[in-house]
């Protein structure tokens, strides 16, 4: 009897973040995330209240592999991000 095995799925990983209204230019911090699959080594940094910026560096990182797939603004203070790890 053949073997058959199922295609691998890809790890995602949707970001909502925000900006302080109150302060001009201030950074943006993670509100809210899910994640199917697997963000391993950057777990630590998807998590709510932290910066968007210091996530998306370990994430974007060439040895961990994902790229971001969908980039939208929702209001001129928030936006959300999907990221999808290269199968």
């Known amino acids: 009897m053949a073997c058959v095995k ?3 799925q890809p790890d995602l990983v949707l970001i909502y973040w925000s900006r302080n ?12 995330v ?6 391993s080594p950057c777990t630590f940094t998807l ?3 932290a910066l968007l ?3 998306l560096n370990c994430l974007l990182d060439n040895d961990i592999g994902f790229k971001v797939v969908y980039s939208k ?3 001129s203070i928030s936006g ?5 790890r290269r199968s």
């Open 6 to 8: 199922a295609a691998p």
């Open 21 to 32: 209204p109150l302060v001009p230019g201030s950074a943006r911090r993670i509100r809210s």
């Open 34 to 39: 899910r994640v199917i699959g697997n963000t």
């Open 47 to 49: 998590v709510r209240g």
């Open 53 to 55: 910026i210091n996530a």
């Open 73 to 75: 603004k929702t209001t």
């Open 80 to 84: 959300v991000l999907l990221l999808k």
